[in-house]
């Protein structure tokens, strides 16, 4: 986890091709996800491979994969309450 002045920094600026949100404030809860296997913080799709299975019964599943490693990732929200920041 990357925080610069109190904001959650995106971990895969660099390798989007179009980076839409670089920092999120702590002023506001938003979602965003985090890559066990990289350890990247992900604060937009752009950064995210969707990938939908089909179960043998037919229903869909998606599934968001890490656009470096293409584990599934958690899906987490900013702030983390547990964490205090100030």
Sequence with gaps: ???IAQHLKCDLRKKC?????????PKQR??????PEC???ILC?????QNF???RNGMIKKQNLCMICRTEVE????????????
Excluded: V
């Design 1 to 3: 986890m990357t925080i």
């Design 17 to 25: 091709a179009s980076c839409s949100k670089y920092l999120f404030s």
């Design 30 to 35: 938003t979602r965003y996800f985090y890559c």
């Design 39 to 41: 350890k990247y913080d």
């Design 45 to 49: 799709d752009r950064g995210l491979i």
């Design 53 to 55: 299975t089909t179960d």
């Design 75 to 86: 899906e987490r929200m900013w702030p983390d309450e547990s964490e205090n920041i100030e």
